[in-house]
């Protein structure tokens, strides 16, 4: 008997969820943002929460999902009315990369590291920061990015040419910190990476928030 109404609870709310959330919207999980990433588990927890719980009912998992969808809904409703109220909840995109220039005080303020940022820049396959104009955080964590002009040409097969072998760059500095192992896989010594930062006229290691080498090419810097 405990084991055919843990189903009939399971199914109800499960068909309860579908419902609601067909009525909210088809909003692709790509394209969730992190208040309707917490709603969506919220209303989850709801339904796994009472079907375990020997007191509480179908009724109340109804009740539970209902509640929290319609409030959902009255969320959804007022954004699309209200712009500030939209910036408020969903947030709003920040360029961190501004005409090939990280800005590090919306880095910070969106809590994301060189690390994470070249991990988003790789995944839309983009292996060098110099390659890069202009680079936007999205609402729900991706990175959109429009390349330089001279990083956006024709292909090699276009223009019936041989490319040539195409070596991925290295990040020898990053948040001030050389990175000597890469050094060493670059094929180049501490030695010459400071006699090159002195050539740029760069003194201090801190002062510098990225460096990227790419054999063959010049020492790529950006500054705090």
């Given amino acids: 008997m405990l084991y055919l109404s843990i189903f009939l609870e399971l199914l109800g709310g499960y068909l309860l969820l579908f419902v609601v959330v067909k009525l909210l919207g088809k909003t692709q999980i790509s394209q969730i943002s992190p208040f309707d990433f917490i709603s969506a588990l919220v209303m989850g927890e709801l339904v796994g929460s009472a079907i375990y719980d020997p007191e509480a009912g179908f009724g109340m998992i ?22 500030k109220l939209r910036f408020t909840l969903e947030g709003r995109p920040a360029v961190i990369i501004n005409k090939g ?15 994470q940022l070249q991990q988003l820049l790789r995944s839309k396959d983009i292996f060098a920061l110099k390659d890069v104009e202009y680079a936007i955080l999205e609402n729900n964590g ?6 330089k002009s001279e990083a956006d040409q024709a292909t090699c097969g276009d223009l019936n040419i041989q490319g040539k072998e195409r070596i991925l760059p290295y990040t020898v500095i ?6 000597k192992d890469n050094l060493q896989n670059a094929g180049v010594s501490q030695e010459w990476l400071q006699h090159q930062l002195k050539t740029k006229g760069y003194d201090r ?13 010049d020492l790529y810097i950006q500054t705090y």
């Fill in 62 to 83: 109804v009740t539970g999902v209902l509640i929290w969808g319609a409030l959902i809904y009255l969320t959804e409703l007022v954004t699309q009315k209200s712009r």
């Fill in 101 to 115: 220039k990280l800005d590090w005080k919306e880095m910070k303020r969106n809590h994301l590291d060189l690390d």
């Fill in 142 to 147: 991706a990175v959109s990015v429009l390349r």
């Fill in 174 to 179: 990053s948040d001030g910190v050389v990175l």
């Fill in 205 to 217: 290691l801190e002062e510098i928030s990225y460096a990227e080498y790419e054999p063959g090419d």
